[in-house]
């Protein structure tokens, strides 16, 4: 059950779809707060339904200013430990959203058994971007979402994490390092950062322009049998042209463009020496 919050300026109940429809149906069909929370409220029935849907297995606090005020927006925390916050576009800029949140993460973390919480925050959303850090969780991930773009995953832990993995790095042993290089440049953009050898025998290419990015680690199999591997690489846009250009190159594809039950547009390539790739992008890109 959840249980009501206060904090120094507000009152957090739990929220009531039915009670609190009419005042945050205000901020639900105000194009501003819903950019990344569509869709706009077709009326305050849709507003109840959505409210009903977000409520549903769990912890949402309606947020108001006084204990008899009007909701002002919320804060949720989804299956334990997923925070979800929205503000009435009249009340941002003071603070309330940093003060509400930070109390439902100390609520969270009162939990037996919660010992961390995340928000999955779109990588425009710059306001929420901002909150989420101003509450202490640091960034540790990204994730696809339909839209263009990703979503930043930031997270904070209730106690230090002892082993703390940044990375896992794949690696996949091919008969010509260069060649798989260049293939991988043409395909996903992919760079060498570190290679080894004349020809080379070894490359370490990181996934994007940016330094500390994923990695693929490429061996060479000198005259050894290679087991084909399978790899998925995630893209946050572009699937089609990569499968143009997986086409151009000449590489075999094993399952055509096809739009996934899962709400993924995906299709599986198959490097020359066997491994297969299955890439993977939001649908409609
Ligand atoms: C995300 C959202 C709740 C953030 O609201 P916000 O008003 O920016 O955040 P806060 O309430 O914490 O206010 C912080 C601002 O108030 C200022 N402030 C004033 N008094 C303050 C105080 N006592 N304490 C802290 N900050 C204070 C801060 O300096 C900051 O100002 P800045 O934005 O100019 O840097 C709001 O933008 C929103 O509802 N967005 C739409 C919903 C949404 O996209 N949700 C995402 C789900 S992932």
Redesign the pocket.
Known sequence: MTVALSTERLWLDPLDPVRDAVDLHVAFTDPE?T???SPVSRDVQHSVDRLTEMVRNNDYWVVREAPDGPGI?FVGLIGGNGL????SRGV????????AATAVIDHAFRQPGVDRVE???DGA?S??L??AR?VGLTERGQMPQSGPGTRVVLGKSREPVPTFVINLVAELEVDDVAASMGLFETLFQFRAAIVVGDPPTYASLDIGPWSGSRRLDLVAAEGKPITPSSLTVELANDLDAVHARAMAAGLRIAEPVTDRPWGRREFVLVLPEGHEITVSGPIGT
């Open positions: 707060v950019t990344f929370k927006g979800d916050w929205l503000l941002w800029g003071r603070g309330y959203a940093t003060e928000a999955w925050v959303n306001r929420s901002a909150l101003r």
